[in-house]
């Protein structure tokens, strides 16, 4: 416990520092470039070039903030684990590794941070070690290496460049757009866009403090992250198709949230709705507000989990959100903590959230794109508030789903950080308003879609109710149409075509490879040829010479018939 909380004080002190840092920066318009060789032999050199910025230093000192926050809670958390200072130095190791992604611009060292982001999650989430989290480990790591391969590709790419540094490349030329095709890959799989999107959920299977680190700062921001270094060469290209495919992302990571009752699962693809949203207005044009989004969604969704977390600890480790009820009255804290996050989410006005999401939807209202387009952004914004308001009907209201096994403590090692979380999902949108945008931007919209977003939360909170709320003799329209919601709250069957459709057909031929080869005359022909041949010059060659006096005869008389002949 002690050890925690010293780490926690340290990293909480190093990114104050950082943000301290980031202000100077963003004041004077100052970049810093470090360029340490590390290996110099002959006339080879051997450097590590780190970027500071003020995006990337405000970004670290957020990265450090919520790092500390999750690793105080995980000490009273992970408390009773036999391993718990394993746990935690696999997460020291998981903050380090996207310090070293962040201050990157060099597509080798980002490679560094991004292979260790990838090794250490797989190892957080095979934490428990049971039959789900070697499945959910396996499918995390897998989907990642896709991207791991695309940054490969893109390293060797850049050799039509002469240099790795992305920042001096990006412009314009007829090599940039295959890096582009390639960093955008990278990105969707680490950030978990379609088609890439089932292992976000699995990756549940962790322990709930590092689903908050992950899932709200690091590993699925590292692929946004990416893409907005790599932005000043969407200018270049028609990008509509994969703002396209961030928007679907979000409409249907709202759907699958609005059928989904396993908690943590809900809260990432709460997640996963705000990603789509990131990468949508990314791939329009605007790096800078997808930033922005980024840095007031990291709280309250780790503010989400660390309230959830606790919450999963009263329920006797379940999950299931119908088996939850009537908490407000005994979490009284958590509950405030949770709705509040809920509301920063759901991008009530002057809440954190409210900042970055309502200048997300009228940057894009002004763009002028398809009606379809705009339908399904607006309608993602309504599903948002309705999974969000559905999930405060299910624990916090009634208490018709009391589970029997409660033991309703709040422990304050929980709650301290949760008050600090809390402060910053209210005010984190206003300050960093303040800050990232030295003038206002004017925006001229029509009245009736300047209010279309706060039509849509009202009517989302309304939806939600009506998906959650059931009369005696009514039933759930969950149960009522069941196929239809079994579609919706899978995700569109899409963890079902990134592992059964993979390896399906990766086992028939595996199980006639096997019974053809192994078992069938590939063993016999090909594997134990040599075998066959020698032990059978063997046996002749031993009654050779264990027979040797009758062979010999027999041979005196066959010779001498054929000269009698």
């Not at 470039?33 to 003020?54: G, H, P, Q, R, V």
């Not at 379609?194 to 699995?202: D, E, G």
């Not at 780790?302 to 009820?325: N, P, T, V, Y």
């Not at 590939?522 to 020698?534: K, M």
């Amino acid at each position: 416990m002690c050890l925690y909380n010293w780490f926690s004080m340290l990293l909480f002190f190093i990114g104050f520092v950082f943000f301290l840092f980031s202000l100077f920066l963003l004041s004077d318009d100052f970049s810093l470039f470090m360029d340490w060789e590390f290996l110099s032999i002959n006339s080879c050199s051997m450097s590590m070039i780190f970027l500071f910025d003020w995006m990337s230093t405000m970004f670290i000192s957020f990265v450090l903030f919520i790092s500390s926050m999750v690793v105080y809670y995980s000490g009273s958390y992970m408390g009773s684990d036999l391993y718990k200072s394993r746990f935690l130095f696999m997460v020291i190791m998981f903050v380090f590794s996207m310090f070293i992604m962040i201050v990157s611009p060099n597509m080798i060292s980002i490679l560094i941070g991004w292979d260790g982001l990838g090794l250490v999650s797989y190892c957080l989430v095979v934490y428990f070690q049971n039959y789900k989290s070697y499945n959910a480990g396996m499918l995390t790591v897998l989907t990642n290496r896709v991207g791991d391969v695309a940054i490969l590709l893109s390293i060797a790419w850049m050799f039509n460049f002469g240099g790795w540094n992305f920042f001096i490349y990006c412009d314009y030329s007829s090599w940039s757009f295959y890096l582009l095709i390639l960093a955008v890959l990278a990105g969707f799989t680490s950030s978990a866009q379609i088609p890439f999107s089932s292992w976000l959920p699995a990756a549940m299977a962790a322990p709930t403090p590092v689903s908050a680190l992950v899932h709200s700062s690091t590993l699925v921001t590292a692929g946004v992250y990416l893409l907005i270094r790599f932005s000043s060469i969407f200018v270049y290209f028609d990008c509509w198709l994969l703002a396209f495919l961030g928007v679907v992302t979000m409409f249907m990571a709202g759907l699958g949230a609005s059928f989904e009752y396993d908690l943590k699962s809900i809260i990432a693809l709460s997640t996963l709705s705000q990603l789509g949203l990131m990468m949508g207005i990314l791939f329009l044009g605007f790096p800078i507000l997808s930033f922005f989004h980024l840095l007031t969604h990291a709280f309250f969704s780790a503010l989400l989990f660390l309230c959830a977390g606790l919450i999963i600890h009263c329920m006797s480790d379940s999950q299931d959100i119908r088996h939850m009820g009537g908490i407000s009255v005994h979490l009284p804290f958590t509950s405030a903590c949770f709705c509040i996050s809920s509301l920063a989410l759901c991008g009530l006005p002057f809440m954190s959230g409210f900042y970055s999401k309502d200048s997300i939807i009228e940057t894009y209202s002004m763009m002028g794109g398809n009606l379809f387009f705009y339908l399904i952004f607006y309608i993602s914004i309504g599903l948002t508030v309705s999974y969000s308001f559905r999930l405060i009907y299910y624990c916090m209201s009634n208490g018709t789903g009391y589970y029997v096994s409660q033991m309703y403590v709040e422990d304050f090692s929980m709650i301290i950080p949760m008050v600090f979380l809390t402060f910053m999902a209210i005010f984190s949108g206003s300050i960093l308003s303040w800050l990232i945008f030295p003038y206002p931007s004017l925006v001229v919209i029509p009245f009736f879609t300047k209010f279309l977003s706060l039509f849509f939360i009202i009517l989302g909170s309304w939806l939600g109710y009506e998906l959650s709320v059931y009369y005696c003799g009514f039933g759930l329209f969950s149960l009522r149409y069941y196929p239809v919601s079994v579609f919706m709250g899978s995700m569109w069957f899409m963890p079902k075509f990134s592992t059964y459709m993979m390896y399906s057909p990766a086992l028939s031929v595996s199980r006639d490879l096997i019974s053809v080869m192994d078992m069938g005359w590939g063993e016999s022909v090909v594997s134990n040829y040599s075998l066959i041949f020698f032990s059978s010059v063997s046996q002749i060659n031993i009654y050779f010479q264990a027979n040797s006096f009758k062979l010999f005869l027999a041979s005196f008389f066959f010779v001498l018939c054929i000269l009698l002949i």
